[in-house]
């Protein structure tokens, strides 16, 4: 319980020091300028390559800013992405968003087994996946884009979630759907969301 309330109050800092960025429009250019730190790990137009990390192409805006604030904040732990965060300021994090929301995303992978895409699928419904994520599981505002991202990622985050390793936005709803899951259910729908054309 003390555990939740601390992540809660650190995301609540968190989203209060990125509601403090002043406001000033955003600059892809120069987050694409920026961005060439994080191609090394996130791919060449932000589709990862790489196991277990992420693609940031087409995630939204506002979801990529957060994440930026809670790992430069502390609050979200990653040895690599720890000394990133330490160099970059409100403009780059507002500037790396506009580009990475800005690029096509990932598609997915050709389904090599669409039985466990439709289990994954059921799961999904069963979960309410689509009630944050968006019907297409593209995000929204500060919610990820699911779709198209790497399998063994979203099984990750999700394993995140569920053992309480992994906070900011939305993390008492996702640890709250992630708690619940059995692997089978968690190997399922990583699988039909990351096959997501």
């Not at 507002?94 to 895409?117: H, Q, T, V, W």
């Not at 968006?134 to 505002?141: I, R």
């Not at 699911?146 to 992994?166: F, I, N, P, S």
């Amino acid at each position: 319980m003390r555990r939740q309330f601390i992540s809660h109050a650190i995301s609540a800092v968190a989203l209060l020091t990125l509601g403090a960025l002043p406001a000033s429009a955003a600059d892809a250019a120069a987050g694409k300028a920026r961005a060439e730190v994080c191609a090394g790990c996130h791919g060449e137009n932000g589709i990862s390559q790489t196991e277990n990390i992420p693609s940031l192409a087409g995630q939204p805006d506002q979801f990529l800013q957060w994440q930026l604030v809670f790992f430069r904040a502390g609050s979200r732990k990653n040895e690599q992405m720890q000394p990133i965060v330490e160099e970059i300021n409100n403009e780059d994090i507002r500037n790396l968003g506009a580009y990475f929301s800005s690029l096509i995303p990932p598609k997915g992978l050709e389904d090599k087994d669409p039985d466990l895409s439709k289990k994954g699928a059921q799961v999904a419904v069963g979960r309410r996946c689509a009630s944050c994520h968006t019907e297409n599981f593209a995000g929204t505002k500060a919610v990820a884009r699911l779709a198209g991202q790497r399998e063994e990622y979203l099984v990750k985050a999700l394993h995140d979630y569920k053992a309480g390793q992994r906070v900011g936005g939305g993390v008492a709803a996702m640890a709250d759907v992630a708690y619940g899951m059995s692997e089978e259910e968690i190997t399922a729908v990583a699988h039909y969301l990351a096959h997501l054309q």
